[in-house]
């Protein structure tokens, strides 16, 4: 029994340790806040979100990354534009067009997590994709266009102002995405850390989604990734230096 505590006792101690190596390494990259310009973004990468208030459990008051995000070849400026609503046009919606938290679910979890800390029953129809032509058609007539609006603005002055990233550049798709991509370890390795915890004020804590509220990240998928290994840490490393060389010249 206490050698099977010993070797879960240490398991644990090699996840924080990787953890914490992912977060100072990131600490070379330029942390970036609202406002900015879309042309400091690569056409490729994957991107680390930071929250004020919430900081990790290495020891001093260093921000946590609480969402680890990337997207298809050449999306990138896309993704982070959607989270920051940066085009108003897309507040221009009604009952036939999506809602811009349909564009992005990290929009989307927080606007969950807001209705549900109300207890809104609102919730049932802010689930619904209205990105879908038959879901519109089959739900549309239920939605409250003003309410929507309301928590668009919402989210997006809680992501503008409490929000910042760091991104590193990754070319190949195949080498970002999926089960087998670097975002999938990289979300293993924080929701593994024990000592990475949500603060008691975290609004994440308010979600509806239990894995959320249990991993102290703004995301569900690749939880119990397994963490990054050898070869991961060189190509962060190496795709740090990369991304620091590349913002020098832009």
Not at 56 to 68: A, N, Q, T
Request: net charge positive; aromatic share 10%; hydrophobic share 35%.
């Amino acid at each position: 029994m206490l050698i099977n505590s010993f070797k879960l006792s240490k398991a644990a101690m090699k996840m924080s340790e990787l953890c914490r190596w992912l977060h100072e390494q990131l600490e070379q990259l330029p942390l970036i806040k609202f406002p900015f310009k879309l042309e400091i973004l690569p056409e490729n990468g994957i991107y680390f979100l930071y929250e004020e208030g919430e900081f990790w459990g290495h020891g001093g008051e260093k921000l946590r990354i609480v969402r680890v995000g990337t997207h298809k070849n050449g999306n990138f400026r896309s993704r982070i534009k959607e989270h920051f609503l940066l085009d108003k046009n897309w507040m221009n919606f009604d009952k036939n067009k999506p809602k811009p938290s349909d564009r992005s679910i990290f929009r989307k979890n927080i606007g969950r997590a807001l209705l549900n800390k109300d207890k809104d029953s609102y919730l049932q129809i802010w689930n619904i994709d209205f990105m879908t032509k038959r879901n519109r058609e089959l739900w549309g007539f239920k939605r409250d266009i003003e309410k929507e609006k309301r928590i668009e603005e919402m989210i997006t002055r809680i992501i503008r102002e409490r929000f910042s990233f760091r991104f590193i550049i990754l070319e190949s798709q195949t080498e970002r995405m999926g089960g087998k991509g670097l975002e999938s370890s990289l979300i293993g390795t924080l929701s593994h850390c024990n000592l990475c915890k949500p603060s008691a004020s975290w609004l994440g804590n308010h979600s509806p989604i239990q894995k959320i509220r249990e991993s102290g990240l703004w995301l569900v998928q690749h939880l119990k990734a397994g963490p990054i290994n050898e070869k991961d840490k060189k190509v962060i490393s190496n795709a740090i230096r990369k991304t620091n060389e590349w913002l020098k010249i832009i």
